[in-house]
């Protein structure tokens, strides 16, 4: 089944979907700073914009841009800014 | 701002963003036989997962993977199967 989440109030919305066994959910972040945690671990691709991401245990930054991918471990935090409305596509690993 | 699209009962939902004055969605489609009317010309760019696709004026059906892209002219309509729960970008061109 589909699911919408949303998180920030509203600012990042999400549809969470299974296939083929696997979970995952296609979503669009608003311009704006945000701090995800993850249960499990995930891997983020930017579909459409660019993500400015500092992962768990990075001291610099880096931008992600369409078609690029990163992933992220569980039980972790990291950090995201948006300059433009992003979306993304987070595989659940 | 962003907006959750239901098409098909829900079987088929859709999050709409603008991004840099450009428009385009992200959405799920649920395995299923859906026959979408475009308005303005778009893009389609499959996410995740598959869409059989049977494109305006053409009589065979094609499959389109994660990463491939098929354009729809406007004021047309286009016939999709889905096998597989499947994640899309749509760009309004």
Same mark, same amino acid.
């Given at each position: *089944?589909?699911? /919408?989440?949303?998180?920030?109030?509203?600012?990042?919305?999400?549809?969470? =979907?299974?296939?083929?066994?696997?979970?995952?959910? /296609?979503?669009? *972040? *608003?311009?704006?700073?945000?701090?995800?945690?993850?249960?499990?671990?995930?891997? *983020?691709?930017?579909?459409?914009?660019?993500?400015? /991401?500092?992962?768990?245990?990075?001291?610099?930054?880096?931008?992600?841009?369409?078609?690029?991918?990163?992933?992220?471990?569980?039980?972790?935090? =990291?950090?995201?800014?948006?300059?433009?409305?992003?979306?993304?596509?987070?595989?659940?690993?």
């Amino acid at each position: *089944m589909l699911k /919408v989440n949303e998180y920030f109030d509203g600012q990042v919305q999400s549809l969470g =979907f299974e296939s083929q066994g696997e979970r995952a959910s /296609v979503g669009v *972040m *608003m311009p704006g700073e945000y701090r995800f945690s993850t249960a499990a671990p995930e891997r *983020m691709t930017v579909v459409k914009g660019a993500l400015t /991401v500092k992962l768990p245990g990075h001291i610099d930054w880096e931008t992600y841009h369409a078609g690029d991918s990163f992933e992220v471990p569980g039980d972790a935090s =990291f950090h995201v800014e948006v300059s433009q409305t992003t979306a993304y596509l987070c595989d659940y690993l």
